[in-house]
């Protein structure tokens, strides 16, 4: 298996625009996170999905950050309109059947907003 | 707040020494995981101990678990360079309950 995939690897972009991060899960998870991790705040939880539905987005920020997993193969974290404070790595990540289980991640995107 | 909180929040040793990261939580687990982060990478899962078990080995990874003060210990042996990363431990309060990561401790091993 390739594991988690996640794209693009790098963003740069300009604040107000909008950003789609994506994720490909390991084939057969049914759990899917999204983490952003920043030197000030480490490593934050912003909102996982078993088997596509989403169960807890008490992480995210604000309105401006939205996910979704059309499919099980596929989720995306989108911010619209972006803003400086948003620039950080986001990571993605899958585990086999509990939130508990070992997650594996992916590389990671990281997100520069000028 | 953190769940779990990693100590020293900085290592340095030297190559063939041995290396040793705490990891403090709050309240009653299910279970204790410790990742490892390369920089500019995403993070590698290294070991899982279950609140029912006290110590499990890993190759040169040694972790125990402690319930009663509430804290864990990550032991590598016989460090080399490539060790050189964060390392993080993740709890949770119940097998259905997200991972919670601490704030990570960054190991620096001289070659």
């Known amino acids: 298996d390739a594991g988690v995939i996640q794209s693009p690897r790098h963003e740069v972009t300009e604040m107000g625009q909008e950003v789609t991060l994506r994720c490909k899960p390991i084939?057969?998870?049914?759990?899917l996170f999204w983490y952003r991790q920043t030197m000030m705040r480490g490593l934050e939880l912003l909102i996982y999905f078993n088997n596509n539905v989403p169960i807890d987005d008490s992480g995210m920020p604000e309105d401006r950050f939205s996910a979704k997993m059309p499919n099980a193969s596929f989720s995306t974290l989108k911010i619209q309109p972006s803003e400086p404070r948003d620039s950080a790595v986001y990571f993605c990540?899958?585990?086999?059947?509990?939130?508990?289980?070992?997650?594996?991640f992916g590389p990671g995107t990281r997100l520069t907003v000028l | 707040s953190q769940q779990g909180e990693e100590d020293p929040q900085a290592l340095s040793i030297q190559e063939g020494e041995n290396a040793t990261m705490n990891c403090s939580y709050k309240t009653s687990i299910n279970n204790l995981q410790w990742y490892r982060q390369n920089s500019g990478r995403g993070l590698v899962h290294l070991i899982l101990i279950r609140s029912n078990e006290r110590e499990k080995h890993s190759g040169r990874l040694r972790v125990t678990l402690d319930t009663s003060k509430k804290s864990s210990s990550l032991l590598i042996t016989a460090s080399r360079a490539a060790d050189t990363a964060s390392y993080f431990c993740?709890?949770?309060?119940?097998?259905?309950?997200?991972?919670?990561f601490g704030t990570g401790t960054r190991l620096a091993v001289r070659p």
């Open positions: 993740a709890t949770s309060k119940s097998s259905g309950d997200k991972l919670t």
């Open positions: 990540a899958s585990s086999l059947t509990v939130p508990a289980d070992t997650q594996y």
């Open positions: 084939s057969g998870h049914d759990y």
